[in-house]
């Protein structure tokens, strides 16, 4: 191992993110991807997704990672609630000690930073903690918040991940619904031709502490994606608190670039719908 540990290009990372940081929401983030799996992926999210769902994931990613996402939401028939989310998040995985990413969330009520830091202690197992600031809320108060994650492959067609979110509970993170949770996902690639993925979760302070994420990715194309998933009594971040839902979704990777998109439609405890579109690049 290198005697000194090179500082990440912050300098890359801050400067698109400037023109983003305006007063809105805050909330943990679902790309269109992970809406689509219906909140799951915490043992294999992709490119940026791994700054709000799994830290440690950036150690699995090459180069600078980029993306921009889109979001609108809106209850039955354009009602409450309504609103837009927009995410700009950078990974920078060119250190070869550790890895690491920002992020901007916003929607109308705050704001929510991420940053991670990862490192990959083996082959098939890394490591990775995130930091996560909610503000801009004028009936709460701005919370300051962690996590933990690994990622470990056992086998080449199955991944497993870890993470302990919001490790910090007290009486202010709660105003968020900022409880922690404790979600092991598991990826399992059958065949080539499916991609299944289960995320059983726990919160031990909710009244209703056990809930999960499911999804399918059935690959249509070399690199295009059909999605598909479930979700119930996780997080849902367009309620800002706790929910089931169910998702679609398409996206496709190219060398250099991808999208996705994504509808989900949360049906308790308020029915809404959501729709999102993501643009990615990687250099």
Known sequence: MKSFVRVPKTSLILMPLVFFSFAVEAADYWSPRTAALGGAGTAAPLLTDSLVMN???ASFIAGYTGSFSFT???????????????????????????????????????KLYNGILSRKLSENLSVGAGIKHAGGSGSKASITNFSVGSVFSPMPLVTLGLLIDNVKENNTSLQWNAYRAYTLGMKANLEKILMVYVDPSYAPTRNKSFGYSAGLELPVMKDAFLRMGRSQDVFQPVLGGYGTGVGFGVGAIFPKFGFDFAHFRTTAPTVSQATSLALSATF
């Open 72 to 110: 609108t939401f809106s209850g039955p028939n354009d009602s409450e609630p309504k609103g837009r989310i927009r995410h700009i998040s950078v990974i920078d995985s060119t250190n070869p000690d550790f890895q690491s990413g920002f992020g901007i969330t916003q929607n109308p009520y705050g």
């Open 55 to 57: 830290p440690a994931m």
